[in-house]
């Protein structure tokens, strides 16, 4: 059965999800064109500002930060504004990494999508009847350029001197067959193989061969978290790269400022490379049940595996940690995408050696399936959404007698009391007061 109609079959099984048609009224127009091609960020910006000015009362776009080359980062944010009332917020945001576009894809889709589909269908118009969604399409928004360069490119454009001649970025991988690909050598010495270097020319003329690429960090990495063993690298050379301290970065302070400034019930990040469902390690135990729930409902939904991050584990990011760990956001990253047979090889100029390529059908399925990649993975959007509900304090996808009992437990608390929980302050004005539990009594039973 197409992951698409899996999809929207499991959707009917959860009482706390919503159905979307599959079949999608987005089509062919400016200024996104069709999807059958990956957007370059001026096509996003472009797309994302047409939205704005076709649906001012639904869509609202706003700068977040600059990055590295001084390009713009923005948000997007879908509501109703014409119905006033307090709005639980939650946010999404996709490609970190330059090599993974097709997750730029899904989040400028998902915005196309319900801007143009909001009066006609129901699930959409309720959603931005009831919540607030932010968006933010593309985080590392120079690695449009540079994967154009380098198809291996993964990290931000931060300069590294990583050979430690003086020169900075002097000498990436070239494609010097002028095939179209830039591939990776390596050596079979019988018990084991052997990387040999990256297809390319000694641009710097040391005797070395591509050891000074463009940037940069691993965004994914930079972030802070209470954690004693730390994911990421120190090591510049490294794709993993942390940077020198958590958020060196403009890109990932952008975020950190954005999510300082809301309160994001629910957070989902897309990433590509393979596909599985991810929550943070940091998590407590009293709300253990809630991630295992909101995983395991997401991995039914997408028919992808789920993991919980542990050190031994698949090695993400702190992106999520930093969300739930210091902004009790319930936070989870989803990888969209990977192709195991993406790689080719051919002979080396050695024996026992032999070229490899593959990287970008490896992270990027190929542009007639870029919709496919999309409809499987769509659905999300709507489960994360309807789970945000205003009141749902104990954070289990429904207004009850628990959430108004934990609410009346810290009545007249604030921020740096002991008892404060952000998820009961439901008018967000930084204390809890009746006030708060009026408003989650209007939406009892939800």
């Known amino acids: 059965m197409p992951y698409v109609l899996i999809s929207f079959f499991v959707i009917s099984l959860f009482p706390s999800t919503v159905s979307v048609s599959a079949n999608s009224t987005v089509t062919a127009g400016s200024p996104w064109g069709d999807w059958l091609h990956y957007h370059n960020y001026t096509e996003i910006v472009n797309t994302i500002l047409y939205l704005n000015e076709t649906y001012p009362d639904l869509v ?16 997007v944010r879908l509501t109703n504004e014409n119905v006033k009332r307090p709005k639980p917020e939650v946010y999404f945001d996709a490609y970190y990494h330059a090599r993974e576009p097709i997750t730029s894809e899904l989040a400028l889709y998902f915005l196309v999508d319900t801007a143009t589909r909001f009066a006609t269908n129901n699930t959409i118009s309720r959603m931005l009847n009831c919540s607030q969604i932010y968006v933010v399409v593309a985080l590392n928004v120079d690695g449009f350029g540079a994967v154009k360069k380098n198809e291996w490119h993964r990290k931000n454009v931060h300069p590294y001197d990583e ?8 000498d990436p991988p070239d494609d010097e067959d002028n095939d179209g690909y830039i591939e990776d050598l390596y050596f079979d010495n019988g018990s084991y193989y052997e990387f040999i270097r990256w297809e390319g020319k000694d641009d710097d003329s040391d005797g070395l061969f591509n050891e000074d690429w463009v940037g940069g960090v691993d965004l994914n990495r930079n972030y802070e978290f209470r954690e004693p063993y730390a994911q990421g690298s120190p090591n510049p050379n490294d794709e993993t790269y942390r940077g020198p301290i958590p958020f060196s ?9 954005l999510a300082l400034q809301h309160s994001f019930r629910y957070a989902l990040s897309f990433h590509s490379g393979t ?10 135990t009293a709300e253990e049940n809630v991630y295992r729930n909101v995983t395991l409902d997401l991995s039914r939904l ?27 956001t319930i936070a989870l990253s989803c990888e969209i ?38 409809q499987r993975w769509l659905p999300v959007f709507y489960y994360i959404v309807n789970r945000a509900k205003l009141g749902d304090a104990t954070l289990d996808g429904q207004v009850n007698m628990l959430d108004l009992i934990l609410m009346a437990s810290v009545l007249g608390t604030k921020p740096g009391n002991p008892k404060w929980n952000p998820r009961a302050d439901v008018k967000e004005d930084g204390v809890i007061n009746v006030l708060d539990l009026i408003l989650a009594a209007s939406c009892f039973g939800t």
């Open 249 to 257: 970065e403009p890109e990932t302070q952008a975020i950190r400022n």
């Open 60 to 75: 609202d776009v706003f700068p977040i930060g600059q990055s590295w080359l001084n390009n713009t980062i923005y948000c």
């Open 337 to 374: 995408y990977g192709n195991n047979s993406a790689w080719q090889i051919e002979p080396g100029p050695d024996p026992n050696t032999w070229w490899e390529r593959g990287i970008t059908q490896f992270f990027t399925p190929d542009s007639d399936d870029i919709e496919n990649v999309i």
């Open 302 to 328: 997408t028919v992808a595996p789920y993991d919980h991050s542990s050190p031994g584990g698949y090695p993400t990011g702190f992106w999520h940690d930093f969300m739930y760990g210091n902004r009790s």
């Open 275 to 284: 596909v599985l469902v991810i929550g943070p390690r940091g998590r407590n």
């Open 163 to 170: 050979d430690a001649d003086g020169l900075l970025d002097e």
